[in-house]
């Protein structure tokens, strides 16, 4: 299972941070990502990171602004978000790998407005 | 980092088989045989239904099928059912752990 926490409204510029509580299975064994769906819009891929957390992947749009990282201690993936756009404004997933993207949360709702 | 490419809609009747198509490029759906499929309910988490081009998941039924012919890939589901009316969205793995999703296609049962 994973609980996604952490969205919220934010102004243009700003930051938010994301987090995505796991349970159920082994965290570390798994890469995860974050995928978001702004409001009217697919599903975009936005970050990856590897089991260990020493890898960690990226879409072009969030690249230099966004940071995924883990806490396999405390079975956690984070996604901080900084320098908000507009468009990042979406509901944002946690999914883990495994059989594609096997397992997936319920989702955050992240505005970006003035 | 374009969208892999499925037709906006595609509709049947009950019992009918529908078949949503997927195109991308070489780089992804073409060059490697990771592609999945993902029914969405607004509202809900989506579920994957199809991964690895044609492996079913335990508990999807088996009215779901994949398929893949170069750079496109097909997810197919015959004997048509209400409860399938979804968006359905292709993935493809892209290489360096990212991925691709294709722009959605709304499936809707007659």
């Known amino acids: 299972q994973l609980l996604e926490s952490g969205g919220g409204f934010v102004q243009p510029g700003g930051s938010l941070r994301l987090s995505c509580a796991a349970s159920g299975f082994t965290f570390s064994n798994h890469v995860m990502n974050w995928v978001r769906q702004a409001p009217g819009k697919g599903l975009e891929w936005v970050s990856a990171i590897s089991g260990s957390g020493r890898d960690t992947f990226y879409a072009d749009s969030v690249k230099g602004r966004f940071t995924i990282s883990r806490d396999n201690s405390k079975s956690t993936l984070y996604l901080q978000m900084d320098t908000l756009r507009a468009e990042d404004t979406a509901l944002y997933y946690c999914?883990?790998?495994?059989?594609?993207?096997?397992?997936w949360g319920q989702g955050t709702m992240v505005t970006v407005s003035s | 980092q374009s969208a892999l490419t499925q037709p906006r809609s595609v509709s049947g009747s009950p019992g009918q088989s529908v078949t949503v198509s997927c195109t991308g490029t070489s780089s992804d759906v073409g060059g490697y045989n990771y592609v999945s499929w993902y029914q969405h309910h607004p509202g809900k988490a989506p579920k994957v239904m199809i991964y690895d081009v044609d492996q079913r998941p335990s508990g999807v039924p088996d009215r779901f099928s994949g398929s893949k012919s170069g750079n496109t890939a097909s997810l197919t589901i015959s004997g048509l059912q209400a409860e399938d009316e979804a968006d359905y969205y292709c993935c493809s793995y892209a290489g360096y752990f990212t991925l691709l999703f294709g722009g959605g296609t709304k499936v809707t049962v007659l």
């Open positions: 999914a883990r790998n495994g059989g594609g993207l096997g397992v």
